[in-house]
């Protein structure tokens, strides 16, 4: 019998999902909220009334991962049409490029809000949705929640809030930097968005103070001329002992962006928290546009900030650039939240096995809800995979019991190697928590299986993907090399083809993808 899947959210995890599920047979839908696909990545305005606004993107955001490692396995982005680092224009049209070549813009469903998820006995779901024609409720075997973690801002309990006369904003409503012309601005954190919008206002501000309790790793897009993550291959992130990849690429980072200074520089080591990707955020700091601090707010104050050093501040607007809270309001609460954790007590801890499925629930996969230093699309590509995996009954999941030991196991790994940070709860390491939700796929690319290739294929052709995949930049392709799900066609070529430097897709992706077209793109 066809499994009926619902899907909720048409962004990056959306459409990666019901491509997989479409293409194991399923009968698929995806209920969208919105009236167009790309989730985050659609950049819209606030509501000029209320203020709200469901995506975060910004106008001048760029992707902190490159566009070789930042492509879903099967369909590689074209240099010859996108840059190596994408802007949210881009990669909208690459996402519209993806749903039109699998076909899956029938599938969606616009304007379709669910409402509620209830699990029925054996295991399905009753779902309630709202659109223009009013609610309806229908009956699935499995239900897919992938509206991701970015929506709902996290904004501290700040003392004297209410005290404050200026401009108070989270960085979510945040769009362009030309409101804050002739302004002192401060803007509170040092993660992704604090850094990009800092930046991007320095140059117009009359002032712009940047607050930071514990510092950051800052890394430059480019090293030498190619892109960071060039330097972060599958070798040394899974061969060599971890001492050694953190002590070079500390060392690297040094020597490419000098010392950090004085109110910047962590005392966690580089892999021990999420970096922040911006190659001119410390240079503004070193030229005097940016005023970097080392402390916590102590309170509000009616003309700006006292932080907990005694420095007060007088600002005209403060930014919260403070992260998000995950939440899915649509499904019970304690199916994915928590209640205690072993590393953090935090609402963004989750009861998740393998940050995907709870032990409590049956049939509910959350794709997307990951902190990574990496690309998304990929990982939430695997994720679903795996999860279609379980559905076609490809492997089983582990027992209710040793799911949840694998979740405190998880935890203490969290404890044991991370900043204690709510950012870090849902925190991976790519290469390995990829592998390890290929390998009961057996589509891991593993040294053993792909250097076996050499003596069961053209060996030289096989030893260029070996060296490729585990010395070179980690791009996608190698995630669809080999078992289930595997395309070897398009994943040698574009392997080869980003080893090489090409300009363009090569021939051989090219013949690929028509190949792949001709036979419906592997969608029914």
Same mark, same amino acid.
């Given at each position: 019998?066809?499994?009926k899947?619902?899907?909720v959210?048409?962004?990056?995890?959306?459409?990666?999902?019901?491509?997989?599920?479409?293409a194991?047979?399923?009968?698929?839908?995806?209920?969208?909220?919105?009236?167009?696909?790309g989730?985050q990545?659609?950049?819209?305005d606030?509501?000029?009334?209320?203020?709200?606004?469901?995506?975060?993107?910004?106008?001048?955001?760029?992707?902190?991962?490159?566009?070789?490692?930042?492509?879903?396995?099967?369909?590689?982005?074209d240099?010859?049409? +996108?840059?190596?680092?994408?802007?949210?224009?881009?990669?909208?049209?690459?996402?519209?490029?993806y749903?039109?070549?699998?076909n899956?813009m029938?599938h969606?469903?616009?304007?379709?809000?669910?409402?509620?998820?209830?699990q029925?006995?054996?295991?399905?779901?009753?779902?309630?949705?709202?659109?223009e024609?009013?609610a309806?409720?229908g009956t +699935?075997?499995?239900l897919?929640?992938?509206?991701?973690h970015?929506?709902?801002?996290?904004?501290?309990?700040?003392q004297?809030?209410a005290?404050?006369?200026?401009?108070?904003?989270h960085?979510?409503?945040?769009?362009t930097?030309g409101?804050?012309?002739?302004?002192?601005?401060a803007?509170?954190g040092?993660?992704?968005?604090a850094?990009?919008?800092?930046?991007?206002?320095?140059?117009?501000?009359?002032?712009?103070?940047?607050?930071t309790?514990?510092?950051?790793?800052?890394?430059p897009?480019?090293?030498f001329?190619?892109p960071?993550?060039?330097?972060?291959?599958r070798?040394a992130?899974?061969v060599?002992p971890?001492?050694?990849?953190?002590w070079?690429q500390?060392?690297?980072?040094?020597?490419?962006?000098?010392?950090?200074?004085?109110?910047l520089?962590?005392?966690?080591?580089?892999l021990?928290?999420?970096?922040?990707?911006?190659?001119d955020?410390v240079?503004?700091i070193?030229v005097?546009?940016?005023t970097?601090h080392?402390?916590?707010?102590?309170k509000f104050a009616?003309?700006?900030?006292?932080?907990?050093?005694?420095?007060?501040?007088?600002?005209?607007?403060?930014?919260?650039?403070?992260? +998000?809270?995950?939440?899915?309001?649509?499904?019970?609460e304690?199916?994915y939240?928590?209640?205690?954790s072993?590393?953090?007590?935090?609402?963004?801890?989750v009861?998740? +096995?393998?940050?995907?499925?709870p032990?409590?629930?049956?049939n509910?996969?959350?794709?997307?809800?990951l902190?990574?230093p990496?690309?998304?699309?990929?990982m939430?590509?695997?994720?679903?995979?795996?999860?279609?995996?379980?559905?076609?009954?490809?492997?089983?999941?582990?027992?209710?019991?040793?799911?949840?030991?694998?979740?405190?196991?998880?935890?203490?790994?969290l404890?044991?190697?991370?900043?204690?940070?709510d950012r870090?709860?849902?925190?991976?390491?790519?290469?390995?928590?990829a592998?390890?939700?290929?390998?009961p796929?057996?589509?891991?690319?593993?040294?053993?299986?792909?250097?076996r290739?050499?003596f069961t294929s053209?060996?030289?052709?096989?030893?260029?993907?070996?060296?490729?995949?585990?010395?070179g930049?980690p791009?996608?392709?190698?995630?669809r090399?080999?078992g289930?799900?595997?395309?070897q066609?398009?994943?040698?070529?574009?392997?080869l083809?980003?080893?090489k430097?090409?300009?363009?897709?090569?021939?051989?992706?090219?013949e690929a993808?028509?190949?792949?077209r001709?036979?419906?793109?592997?969608?029914?």
């Open positions: 019998m066809t499994l899947v619902l899907i959210g048409a962004g990056v995890s959306g459409l990666a999902t019901l491509k997989e599920c479409l194991a047979g399923f009968e698929a839908t995806i209920f969208e909220a919105q009236g167009h696909i989730g990545w659609q950049y819209t606030p509501d000029p009334v209320t203020g709200e606004v469901h995506s975060s993107i910004y106008q001048g955001i760029i992707f902190n991962s490159c566009r070789d490692t930042s492509s879903f396995s099967d369909f590689p982005m240099p010859a049409s +996108y840059s190596v680092y994408t802007g949210h224009k881009q990669f909208v049209q690459y996402l519209h490029e749903a039109k070549f699998f899956l029938s969606i469903k616009f304007s379709t809000r669910v409402m509620k998820c209830v029925l006995e054996g295991g399905k779901w009753e779902i309630t949705s709202s659109a024609e009013g309806k409720t +699935y075997d499995a897919f929640a992938c509206t991701g970015n929506t709902t801002p996290f904004i501290p309990q700040f004297g809030v005290d404050f006369k200026g401009q108070f904003i960085s979510h409503v945040y769009r930097p409101a804050f012309e002739g302004k002192k601005v803007v509170i040092v993660g992704s968005s850094v990009d919008i800092a930046s991007e206002i320095a140059p117009q501000a009359k002032e712009l103070h940047v607050i309790r514990k510092g950051g790793w800052i890394i897009r480019f090293v001329g190619k960071v993550e060039a330097f972060d291959s070798f992130a899974t060599l971890s001492a050694i990849t953190k070079a500390t060392k690297l980072c040094n020597l490419v962006m000098g010392e950090l200074p004085p109110e520089k962590p005392k966690h080591g580089i021990e928290a999420n970096a922040t990707v911006r190659s955020f240079e503004k070193q005097g546009l940016i970097p080392r402390a916590g707010i102590e009616e003309n700006g900030l006292l932080l907990n050093n005694g420095t007060e501040l007088d600002v005209d607007v403060i930014i919260a650039c403070t992260g +998000y809270l995950i939440e899915f309001p649509y499904l019970p304690d199916s939240r928590a209640k205690k072993l590393f953090i007590d935090s609402p963004n801890s009861n998740l +096995y393998e940050l995907v499925t032990p409590n629930y049956q509910l996969f959350i794709i997307g809800i902190e990574l990496g690309p998304l699309p990929p939430s590509e695997i994720q679903a995979r795996w999860s279609v995996g379980i559905l076609a009954k490809k492997f089983n999941l582990p027992t209710r019991e040793q799911m949840s030991k694998s979740i405190e196991q998880f935890q203490q790994h404890a044991k190697n991370y900043v204690h940070s870090h709860t849902v925190t991976i390491e790519p290469f390995q928590y592998d390890r939700l290929l390998q796929l057996h589509a891991n690319p593993s040294f053993g299986a792909l250097f290739k050499i053209n060996p030289f052709r096989a030893l260029s993907v070996l060296n490729a995949v585990y010395m930049i791009s996608s392709g190698q995630f090399l080999l289930e799900g595997a395309d066609e398009i994943a040698v070529a574009s392997i083809r980003i080893a430097g090409g300009k363009e897709l090569s021939k051989e992706e090219k993808l028509r190949k792949m001709e036979d419906g793109a592997s969608v029914p």
